[in-house]
């Protein structure tokens, strides 16, 4: 009995309190789920059991089609019942805010698990339904939340705190899961060699991290099974038949064009509540932190840009009609394309965009340290997108393959306001005005997927 107390009185303390409220709003979200007739998970994997056992079918699918077997023996089975998938998103999505909170210091876990739980709900859910909510969220939640929870032994280890053997070895199983999501895969990949390359700088003690040099061979040997797995070999063949007969003339400077346009058109012109959020709170910051011209005006071009593309199309449209008809385009500069001078104005302000942003953080950041990890950390979210560039699938997959760059602004939003806190309370008139852009926002957030989740049943 006093050990179920002492459970009910640690998991009612403040710093979980957002994350039962959560709890609570993603389980709204999931009773009005609706998997469509026609998705994924309803023609093809629910019915793969039927006709072959679990090794034949993922053997099939090594030689023919992915390298994601460790997601794909999951989804055969949890595709099956839709019910039993609602419990279990709803479950990976808590953890997934769990997992997030767990990167910060117990003393910061408060603000952090705030922030956190809003930043997932301006996530727009409802851009993982594009391919059937069952079978995008095997495939992209599920490793997220995994990966996430597997840096939590590197984290510990950058606090000087040792983990058990024990929690090393679930980490490492959540990683193995993790990584088996390309993108996943290589922020794992990125993020435990960089801690890795620091603790050995620092000369910190090997049985302090040697659970994040076991993330990093396991996120390295997953990347050389990606590379080298048949199927998706098989798999890119026939998607550059179907989607993009042209991939094999790019070369790889079209593909990162491709990918880095393609991103940041979406980002720029969608509308999106979570970057808008994070282009103020950076505005906010270097408003607060300089008086320098350049440094406010960095701060306020992407927010203009964006505003006036998403938000004020038609004002711009109307005034500037060459220069919309050509950020509406968003044409990538390649082989076929570079000698036409106006196809280089879209990614020119879209790199004055991500310039203006950087130059933003180093107003905003205490030291070198600070800006590299922001730098770094921004950096990966964008790599995860940019790489779609060397798929043909890039314009097929859309909003799904957004995931990661989201999430990973939202974590450079919570270390920001954290970075500044002392700052942001002695301003108390910014701060509380902050606080009520967020909630709105946040509401507002909320009402739009509901809305969108909604129109479908």
Same mark, same amino acid.
Request: charged share 15%.
């Given at each position: 009995?006093?050990?179920?107390?002492?459970?009910?009185?640690?998991?009612?303390?403040?710093?979980?309190?957002?994350?039962?409220?959560?709890?609570?709003?993603?389980?709204?979200?999931?009773?009005?789920?609706?998997?469509?007739?026609?998705?994924?998970?309803?023609?093809?994997?629910?019915?793969?059991?039927?006709?072959?056992?679990?090794?034949?079918?993922?053997?099939?699918?090594?030689?023919?089609?992915?390298?994601?077997?460790?997601?794909?023996?999951?989804?055969?089975?949890?595709?099956?019942?839709?019910?039993?998938?609602?419990?279990?998103?709803?479950?990976?999505?808590?953890?997934?805010?769990?997992?997030?909170?767990?990167?910060?210091?117990?003393?910061?876990?408060?603000?952090?698990?705030?922030?956190?739980?809003?930043?997932?709900?301006?996530?727009?859910?409802?851009?993982?339904?594009?391919?059937?909510?069952?079978?995008?969220?095997?495939?992209?939640?599920?490793?997220?939340?995994?990966?996430?929870?597997?840096?939590?032994?590197?984290?510990?280890?950058?606090?000087?705190?040792?983990?058990?053997?024990?929690?090393?070895?679930?980490?490492?199983?959540?990683?193995?899961?993790?990584?088996?999501?390309?993108?996943?895969?290589?922020?794992?990949?990125?993020?435990?060699?960089?801690?890795?390359?620091?603790?050995?700088?620092?000369?910190?003690?090997?049985?302090?991290?040697?659970?994040?040099?076991?993330?990093?061979?396991?996120?390295?040997?997953?990347?050389?099974?990606?590379?080298?797995?048949?199927?998706?070999?098989?798999?890119?063949?026939?998607?550059?038949?179907?989607?993009?007969?042209?991939?094999?003339?790019?070369?790889?400077?079209?593909? /990162? *064009?491709?990918?880095?346009?393609?991103?940041?058109?979406? =980002? +720029?012109?969608?509308? #999106?509540?979570? &970057? $808008?959020?994070?282009?103020?709170?950076?505005?906010?910051?270097?408003?607060?932190?300089?008086?320098?011209?350049?440094?406010?005006?960095?701060?306020?071009?992407?927010?203009?840009?964006?505003?006036?593309?998403?938000?004020?199309?038609?004002?711009?449209?109307?005034?500037?009609?060459?220069?919309?008809?050509?950020?509406?385009?968003?044409?990538?500069?390649?082989?076929?394309?570079?000698?036409?001078?106006?196809?280089?104005?879209?990614?020119?302000?879209?790199?004055?965009?991500?310039?203006?942003?950087?130059?933003?953080?180093?107003?905003?950041?205490?030291?070198?340290?600070?800006?590299?990890?922001?730098?770094?950390?921004?950096?990966?979210?964008?790599?995860?997108?940019?790489?779609?560039?060397?798929?043909?699938?890039?314009? /097929? *997959?859309?909003?799904?393959?957004?995931?990661?760059?989201? =999430? +990973?602004?939202?974590? #450079?939003?919570? &270390? $920001?306001?954290?970075?500044?806190?002392?700052?942001?309370?002695?301003?108390?008139?910014?701060?509380?005005?902050?606080?009520?852009?967020?909630?709105?926002?946040?509401?507002?957030?909320?009402?739009?997927?509901?809305?969108?989740?909604?129109?479908?049943?």
């Amino acid at each position: 009995m006093k050990k179920l107390q002492a459970l009910g009185k640690y998991m009612t303390r403040k710093e979980f309190l957002p994350l039962w409220a959560f709890a609570a709003i993603q389980l709204v979200y999931h009773i009005f789920m609706r998997e469509p007739q026609d998705s994924d998970a309803m023609w093809f994997f629910c019915r793969q059991l039927d006709a072959y056992t679990l090794k034949d079918y993922l053997t099939a699918r090594y030689e023919v089609w992915s390298s994601r077997l460790l997601i794909e023996a999951v989804l055969v089975y949890v595709s099956r019942s839709i019910f039993w998938w609602k419990i279990l998103d709803w479950a990976f999505w808590v953890f997934l805010a769990w997992a997030f909170v767990g990167l910060f210091p117990e003393e910061k876990r408060q603000t952090a698990s705030c922030m956190v739980v809003g930043f997932l709900l301006l996530y727009p859910i409802w851009d993982l339904r594009t391919a059937g909510w069952i079978a995008t969220s095997v495939n992209y939640t599920w490793p997220l939340a995994f990966g996430i929870c597997s840096l939590h032994g590197t984290v510990r280890a950058f606090y000087g705190k040792r983990t058990p053997a024990y929690l090393w070895i679930f980490y490492s199983l959540a990683a193995l899961f993790g990584a088996n999501m390309e993108q996943m895969c290589a922020v794992l990949l990125a993020v435990n060699f960089c801690a890795a390359v620091r603790f050995v700088l620092e000369k910190k003690p090997l049985l302090l991290y040697w659970g994040t040099i076991l993330g990093l061979v396991i996120s390295a040997a997953e990347i050389l099974f990606i590379m080298t797995c048949p199927g998706n070999a098989a798999r890119k063949n026939q998607e550059i038949i179907n989607w993009m007969p042209n991939f094999k003339s790019y070369h790889v400077l079209d593909k /990162v *064009s491709m990918g880095f346009v393609d991103t940041m058109h979406h =980002m +720029v012109t969608s509308g #999106s509540l979570l &970057y $808008l959020c994070y282009l103020v709170l950076l505005a906010v910051l270097v408003f607060q932190k300089t008086e320098k011209l350049k440094f406010r005006f960095a701060a306020l071009f992407p927010l203009f840009v964006s505003m006036s593309l998403s938000w004020f199309p038609d004002a711009l449209k109307a005034d500037f009609a060459t220069f919309y008809k050509l950020m509406k385009k968003s044409a990538f500069i390649c082989g076929n394309n570079y000698q036409e001078m106006a196809n280089y104005i879209p990614t020119l302000v879209y790199l004055c965009v991500a310039g203006c942003m950087l130059l933003s953080l180093a107003a905003v950041c205490e030291s070198w340290f600070e800006l590299l990890a922001q730098a770094l950390l921004l950096a990966l979210g964008l790599a995860t997108r940019v790489v779609m560039g060397f798929t043909p699938t890039i314009y /097929v *997959s859309q909003e799904r393959t957004f995931l990661y760059l989201y =999430m +990973v602004l939202g974590i #450079s939003a919570v &270390y $920001l306001v954290q970075n500044n806190r002392t700052l942001l309370q002695q301003k108390k008139q910014t701060c509380q005005a902050l606080k009520l852009a967020g909630v709105l926002l946040v509401a507002a957030g909320v009402i739009l997927d509901l809305a969108e989740i909604g129109s479908r049943i």
